[in-house]
Every structure is written in C-alpha cells, then in structure tokens.
C-alpha cells in the first residue's frame, strides 16, 4: 500500500518480477512496462492487475525483463542517490555560501 522509497520494489524486480504497487509507493515502476500501478486499497483492481499478467503470459514475460534492467538504472544507484542529494541541496548550499560570503 505504501513504500516510501519502493526499495521493496526494486528488489523484486532485481529478480525479474513485475510489480503491482499504487500510488503512495515510491517511483520505481513505470505502468506497463515493469509493473502496474492500482488504487491503494482496491482489491478488485489487485485481483484484476494478477489476473491480466497471469492470462497475459507474453506481457508478463516482457514487464519481467524490463522489470530485471530497471534496478540497473542509474537514478537506483549509490551515484545516483548522490546525485539526487546533491541536486536537493544545491539551493541551500548556494544560500549558505552567499550569507557566509556577506559576512
């Protein structure tokens, strides 16, 4: 129903498993290319999503190769995270910089 950073996620399809998520879970899946992403709490729409992969055998093959590249990427990646932090901080490491610089 809800992960965070959707490491939970980039686990699974590290071993090529097509995740089936919502949306208060991190952004890791892109909807029908690795995974699908349902309503939070709608089982309908869960038993629908296992049901579509389990008669889709072609789909399911093909969410679970891509699903097998996506922790590859490199936003998923320690550089990656570094990058992300780094970006996050920017604008209050350049405030810092110019108040230490008024000084």
């Known amino acids: 129903i809800s992960d965070g950073f959707a490491m ?3 686990e699974a ?5 097509p995740v089936i998520t919502t949306s208060h879970c991190g952004d890791a899946v892109t909807p029908g290319e690795d995974g ?6 709608d089982a309908a ?4 999503a296992i049901t ?5 055998r072609d789909l399911l ?4 190769s891509n699903a097998r590249r996506k922790p590859l990427e490199r936003r998923f990646s320690l550089e990656g995270y570094a990058d992300a932090i780094e970006t996050a901080l920017h604008p ?3 405030e810092r910089s110019v ?5």
Do not use: C, V
């Open 8 to 10: 939970t996620q980039l």
């Open 13 to 17: 399809m590290s071993f090529g498993l």
């Open 36 to 41: 699908l992403i349902i309503p939070a709490g």
């Open 45 to 48: 729409a869960l038993a629908e």
């Open 52 to 56: 579509a992969l389990d008669r889709d």
């Open 61 to 64: 093959g093909n969410m679970s």
């Open 92 to 94: 209050f490491l350049n």
């Open 99 to 103: 108040a230490t610089s008024a000084k």
